[in-house]
């Protein structure tokens, strides 16, 4: 692998609640500077998974709960009506995989959509879930929101949505606190031996309407007492 960063997104629901990736985000995401790339559900579009695909060969999917192919989503009695017509293809392959492990240095990193996580986002059961996957980082998604911690020896980390879409479990959707929806994020891990750096990018808007890129990081050491 030329690059040691890996890229986590997902939640992206274009088009269905967002139009596209930022294009401030894909001017930051270019070909040849990331190894890897997880994917955590929700893809939902051919456009964006080529995007995604030509950034990095090495495109690791698991299926969220709305990578569904378009024929499932087609009543038996519309496609009678169709003279049992083929459906549209997606353009892109399903996941099937509700979770993965894959190894960083001496980092097991695990990646879930988060929709099995009950209630979602829980702490205890994700904490539950890593132990299950037996990793030492535990990437989930389906909050649609940006968060990162380390419990109990494990980090976990949620990329939010790359497209700033919303979630049907966020208790904000359509108030005014949330009108505007979340705040794109997404994020990438450079890990080295037994530490991982993760980097966290958002695009924020300012008071005048102006868009920015704010990136933070934060690092992990396992066996270590805390992520800095």
Same mark, same amino acid.
């Given at each position: 692998?030329?690059?040691?960063?890996?890229?986590?997104?997902? !939640?992206?629901?274009?088009?269905?609640?967002?139009? !596209?990736?930022?294009?401030?985000?894909?001017?930051?995401?270019?070909?040849?500077?990331?190894?890897?790339?997880?994917?955590?559900?929700?893809?939902?579009?051919?456009?964006?998974?080529?995007?995604?695909?030509?950034?990095?060969?090495?495109?690791?999917?698991?299926?969220?709960?709305? %990578?569904?192919?378009?024929?499932?989503?087609?009543?038996?009695?519309?496609?009678?009506?169709?003279?049992?017509?083929?459906?549209?293809?997606?353009?892109?392959?399903?996941?099937?995989?509700?979770?993965?492990?894959?190894?960083?240095?001496?980092?097991?990193?695990? &990646?879930?959509?988060?929709?099995?996580?009950?209630?979602?986002? %829980?702490?205890?059961?994700?904490?539950?879930?890593?132990?299950?996957?037996?990793?030492?980082?535990?990437?989930?998604?389906?909050?649609?929101?940006?968060?990162?911690?380390?419990?109990?020896?494990?980090?976990?980390?949620?990329?939010?949505?790359?497209?700033?879409?919303?979630?049907?479990? !966020?208790?904000?959707?359509?108030?005014?606190?949330?009108?505007?929806?979340?705040?794109?994020?997404?994020?990438?891990?450079?890990?080295?031996?037994?530490?991982?750096?993760?980097?966290?990018?958002?695009?924020?808007?300012?008071?005048?309407?102006?868009?920015?890129?704010?990136?933070?990081?934060?690092? &992990?050491?396992?066996?270590?007492?805390?992520?800095?």
């Amino acid at each position: 692998m030329t690059s040691r960063l890996v890229l986590v997104l997902g !939640d992206l629901f274009i088009p269905d609640r967002a139009i !596209d990736i930022p294009a401030k985000f894909k001017k930051l995401l270019t070909p040849g500077k990331i190894g890897q790339i997880l994917c955590l559900g929700n893809l939902t579009s051919p456009s964006a998974y080529n995007f995604l695909k030509q950034l990095a060969p090495d495109l690791q999917l698991v299926k969220g709960d709305f %990578d569904i192919p378009l024929s499932a989503a087609i009543p038996q009695s519309q496609q009678n009506v169709m003279g049992g017509a083929a459906p549209e293809s997606t353009g892109f392959p399903i996941p099937t995989a509700l979770s993965k492990v894959v190894t960083h240095g001496s980092l097991r990193i695990g &990646f879930t959509h988060g929709d099995s996580i009950i209630p979602p986002g %829980d702490p205890d059961a994700l904490l539950i879930a890593a132990r299950q996957m037996d990793v030492d980082v535990l990437c989930w998604g389906g909050t649609c929101k940006f968060e990162a911690y380390e419990m109990e020896g494990k980090f976990f980390i949620n990329p939010g949505s790359a497209t700033g879409a919303v979630s049907w479990n !966020d208790e904000t959707m359509g108030s005014e606190e949330n009108e505007e929806g979340n705040t794109p994020s997404f994020v990438l891990m450079d890990v080295q031996g037994d530490v991982l750096v993760l980097y966290v990018y958002q695009l924020r808007k300012e008071e005048k309407g102006q868009e920015t890129v704010g990136v933070e990081k934060v690092s &992990f050491r396992k066996g270590a007492t805390g992520a800095a």
